[in-house]
């Protein structure tokens, strides 16, 4: 009799007098039931991460696992073939933690294909570009198979904020214009003038101020003969200004987990979210989240995101652990060239960069280019600006919190080397202290924090006014 084809699409079994019908997702999978080897590699855990930029698949087992995959068309669909392993409940469950909201998966389908080779089937909502890798064992994690299914049109972060409803590109009301006060509570200022623009009345002054110094008398202001061709002075326009929030870990990587249980993701995500709020309650003001759910998004990834939308800063959210149980008080820290400030700052920095190998990051894929940019060209005056941010944010966030240091700190964190982004990443306190854990799970406080970040904010616009970019609104 001819052996049967081997059809992408359906688990085929081995043997057609031995098998098991498995019912799952509405699919019917042929399963060999043959007794395992002793050898055969276990699936202790499995997890789907879906999100709008990419959808994950974990399966965590006790051995590196060996793989095979291929894309099949029409209709969509990801076979993958694993060697080693037998099926077992943790891995059929895997069919029923795809949602149906995913926005890249169907369904996945499970079967034994052949003896000790399972078969995975991923049907597809659309075509993909999958990553599969494996991850070593790391932070309480075994052995990771990992399954990154990414669009063949990659995500914009601006197309997708103006799907969200979240990109305008209003004309300021003329109000909006005038010149702004220095008060932190005041909006967030117009953009000044490109030089070009400055009026004659700026020049004038300008010139006397600088007579007075050297004792000349003031040149007479030239006044400008009227033009009858002359078009009346179009009405200013107000740049909107883009700030990339960028609640720390998700998805595999939970951060820091506090006494009770409270795991940093969840925290983070909650207090960017009320912050997101309440910035984007302020003219001329758009907020981008680098994840707004339970997913992992590598380092360069979250500053690559706020560059493609341009963002006039970048504010990191952690509430991280510490070695004592002890510690306590909320920082601010930017980006050092030369070495951290603190054996702490250096500390903390390295836990944070450790965040790659923990959620999971493709290194075999990372543009060594785009690394090279993100990692080695952060500037001085990325710097500088920085630490002003920095001081202004930490001020605001003493008045709600005690201050774990009271000056802006400096350690090398991977995920504020934008080289034109003035960046900052705010511990908003120690979730390994028990006091202050309770706090962070407070909606009261979180809405205390957001508060004061959004002060922080206004206050340094306030003394440093937006410059005039290309993209104006």
Request: hydrophobic share 40%; proline share 8%.
């Amino acid at each position: 009799m001819p052996r049967p084809s081997r059809l992408p699409a359906l688990l085929i079994p081995a043997s057609p007098r031995r098998r098991t019908l498995l019912k799952a997702g509405g699919t019917l999978l042929l399963s060999v039931v043959n007794p395992l080897p002793a050898s055969a590699a276990q699936i202790l855990a499995v997890r789907v991460w879906p999100a709008p930029d990419y959808t994950r698949v974990t399966l965590e087992n006790d051995s590196d696992l060996k793989t095979q995959h291929f894309l099949v068309a029409d209709p969509p669909r990801l076979v993958v073939d694993i060697e080693g392993l037998g099926l077992n409940g943790t891995l059929r469950s895997l069919v029923a933690k795809v949602e149906a909201n995913d926005p890249y998966i169907k369904q996945v389908r499970v079967g034994q294909n052949r003896p000790n080779v399972v078969r995975l089937v991923f049907d597809l909502k659309e075509e993909v570009k999958p990553q599969v890798f494996t991850l070593a064992p790391v932070a309480g994690y075994q052995h990771r198979l990992i399954f990154d299914l990414y669009p063949t049109r990659p995500v914009d972060p601006i197309a997708a904020m103006i799907e969200k409803g979240e990109w305008h590109t209003e004309r300021a009301p003329a109000a909006a214009t005038a010149a702004t006060s220095a008060n932190p509570a005041s909006p967030l200022p117009a953009t000044p003038p490109a030089q070009t623009e400055v009026g004659l009345d700026a020049i004038a002054k300008l010139e006397s101020e600088m007579s007075a110094l050297d004792g000349t008398p003031p040149p007479q202001a030239v006044q400008p003969t009227p033009s009858k061709t002359a078009k009346p002075p179009s009405q200013k326009v107000v740049r909107m200004v883009t700030i990339a929030l960028d609640p720390g870990h998700g998805g595999e990587d939970p951060g820091a987990v506090g006494a009770t249980g409270a795991y940093e993701k969840d925290i983070v995500l909650a207090v960017a979210k009320r912050l997101k709020a309440k910035l984007e309650a302020l003219p001329n003001t758009r907020v981008m989240l680098t994840r707004d759910g339970d997913y992992f998004v590598p380092l360069g990834q979250r500053v690559q995101k706020a560059r493609k939308v341009q963002a006039d800063l970048f504010v990191s959210i952690h509430a991280d652990a510490f070695v004592s149980p002890t510690a306590r008080g909320s920082s601010v820290f930017v980006l050092s060239e030369k070495g951290a400030s603190s054996s702490a700052a250096r500390w903390l920095a390295n836990d944070q960069n450790k965040a790659d190998l923990i959620g999971g990051a493709n290194f075999a894929t990372q543009d060594k280019q785009i690394a090279s940019v993100l990692f080695d060209l952060s500037t001085t005056a990325q710097i500088n600006d920085s630490l002003k941010l920095g001081k202004a944010v930490l001020t605001e966030i003493g008045g709600i919190n005690r201050l774990h240091k009271n000056a802006v700190e400096q350690a090398g964190f991977a995920v504020l080397k934008a080289p034109d982004i003035p960046s900052i990443l705010v511990e908003t306190a120690f979730i390994s202290n028990r006091e202050e854990e309770a706090k962070l799970r407070d909606e009261g406080y979180q809405n205390q924090l957001a508060e004061a970040i959004t002060k922080g904010i206004k206050r340094y616009f306030a003394d440093n006014p937006p410059m005039a970019k290309s993209r104006q609104t």
